[in-house]
Each structure stands twice: as structure tokens, then as C-alpha cells.
């Protein structure tokens, strides 16, 4: 995924524009800049990978070449004027390009994300974390994928998908719950299930309150999230969910804290 400019295309068209203002009377010193501006421009062009473009590259490659020519003649006498030739086949180049290029552009589908209540765009694609305790990356750093992923499918209106990374994060912050007041847990799957974390977590020490707000993720939304059958039917449940699992979290997160500050305290 490769975030768009939105001045990338109009700065290629006044780049491009401006070599049609170029005339024979024009002495090569008069033109040098603009000249140069599209030299780089049309490298852009030709390189770049965000866009196909097969036969804009091409047509790009031919303008360059029209380019070259006009500065390797020139480079050494810029006070010179420019041939009506040499004009005629920058115009030529220039033409074929720019049209060759709206006809592919015209293909090519470019996608906006909406604002998704008050969530910022930018965040929800490349920095989810922001909507988390700040603790969380350092507490629990195997829970920062999924929830990063689950934020950037609700930019991008994947409710269902969103539901599942959240579930899968939650179950991770769970996990390092039980860790931080059990210790180590056995490396076999069946102890790992959030099943079996439960019936840990129940037998802990915990705040009622934060029990029950636990149970209910993992009962009304956890769950069912992981059936393929359940879909979430719009972004407004996805961030529901989100919204419903900040309480929890940061409880679970202060509590991972307070427990593992404890525990290298007994051990020093």
C-alpha cells in the first residue's frame, strides 16, 4: 500500500504544460528550466511503480530522449535560438505523451478513505496504537499487529475483519493478564485457549467489575467473531467494539504493570 499525493498528478501536468510554451524564438537559456523541471518529472514517471502505466513509460522515454538531444546540442551555446525542427519534435513527444497518459490515467482507480467519526485517516491507517493505552506496545508488544491491522481495516471499511484483529489482540492482552499473575504458561495449546485463561482468571484475584467487563467481550464479541458465519454489518460496530474494549484494557494493562514491577521486585 503506497500513500498518493494528491499534487503528484496536477504537478505533472503543470511540469508537462509548461514545454508547450516553449518556441523557436527561444534561446535554449530562456528555456533551460523548464526543460530540466520535465527531465525530472518524466524520470518520475518512467520509474515509478505506483502506477502501471505501460505506455505512458514508453511514450516518456521517447520525450526524454527528445530532451537529451535538445541539451546535448545546446548545452555549449545557450544563447543560441532553438530550431523550428527541434521544436516541432518536442511538441510532437510532448503531445503523444500527455495523451497516451489521460487515456491510462483514465484507467486507473485511485481511492480516498472517509473519515471514519472522529478518528483521523492518517492514524487509523499507519498508527493505530494512537488509539490504545500507551503502554500497550511495551506491556504486551504480540498484541500491536493485530490491533494496528484491525484500526487499518476500519479505515478501509472492513468491519468484519476490524471485529477479528481486535479479538485476536484482546485475547493477547488476556494472555500476558494470566502471565503477569501466573507466571509463564505451559507451551500446549490447550492452556492457551481463552477457555482455559478464563478458568485461570477466575480463580485470580481480580476486580469483579473488570471480570465481568472481560466476560462480556469474550462472550458477546470474541466469540462469534471467530465463527466465519458472524459479520459484522457495518464500521459503526466495528468501532463499538473498539470503543468497548478501552476500559478493559487499560485495567488489564495497569494490572500487568503493578504485577510484573512487583515480581522484579521479589526477584532483586
Not at 499507519?126 to 506496545?137: H, S, V
Request: hydrophobic residues 40%; charged residues 25%; proline residues 4%.
Amino acid at each position: 500500500m503506497t500513500p498518493i499525493n494528491c499534487s503528484y498528478i496536477y504537478n505533472i501536468g503543470q511540469t508537462i504544460e509548461r514545454l508547450g510554451a516553449i518556441k523557436a524564438e527561444n534561446s535554449f537559456s530562456e528555456v533551460a528550466q523548464p526543460l530540466l523541471r520535465a527531465y525530472g518529472t518524466l524520470q518520475e514517471i518512467r520509474d515509478q511503480h505506483v502506477y502501471a502505466l505501460p505506455l505512458s513509460k514508453a511514450q516518456a522515454r521517447n520525450l526524454l530522449n527528445v530532451l537529451d538531444n535538445l541539451w546535448e546540442k545546446y548545452e555549449t551555446h545557450k544563447d543560441d535560438q532553438l530550431g523550428q525542427d527541434e521544436v516541432g519534435q518536442l511538441f510532437q513527444a510532448r503531445t503523444n505523451f500527455e495523451t497516451v497518459l489521460k487515456a491510462e490515467w483514465d484507467k486507473e482507480a485511485v481511492f480516498a478513505v472517509s473519515v471514519k467519526r472522529g478518528f483521523d485517516s492518517n492514524a487509523l491507517v499507519w498508527d493505530g496504537l494512537r488509539l490504545f493505552p500507551a503502554k500497550l506496545a511495551n506491556l504486551v508488544p504480540e498484541a500491536v499487529t493485530d490491533f494496528q491491522a484491525a484500526t487499518r481495516c476500519i479505515a478501509f471499511e472492513l468491519p468484519t475483519a476490524a471485529a477479528f484483529h481486535l479479538c485476536r489482540g484482546f485475547e493477547a492482552v488476556v494472555r500476558k493478564l494470566v502471565e503477569a499473575k501466573c507466571g509463564q504458561l505451559p507451551d500446549r495449546p490447550g492452556e492457551k485457549t481463552l477457555g482455559a485463561l478464563f478458568s485461570k482468571l477466575d480463580r485470580l484475584d481480580l476486580e469483579p467489575k473488570l471480570l465481568a467487563s472481560l466476560r462480556d467481550l469474550k462472550d458477546l464479541h470474541r466469540n462469534p467473531s471467530m465463527h466465519p458465519e458472524h459479520t459484522l454489518e457495518s464500521v459503526d460496530e466495528a468501532i463499538a467494539l473498539l470503543n468497548a474494549m478501552d476500559a478493559p484494557i487499560s485495567h488489564m494493562l495497569r494490572v500487568i504493570s503493578d504485577s510484573t514491577q512487583a515480581n522484579e521486585h521479589i526477584e532483586g
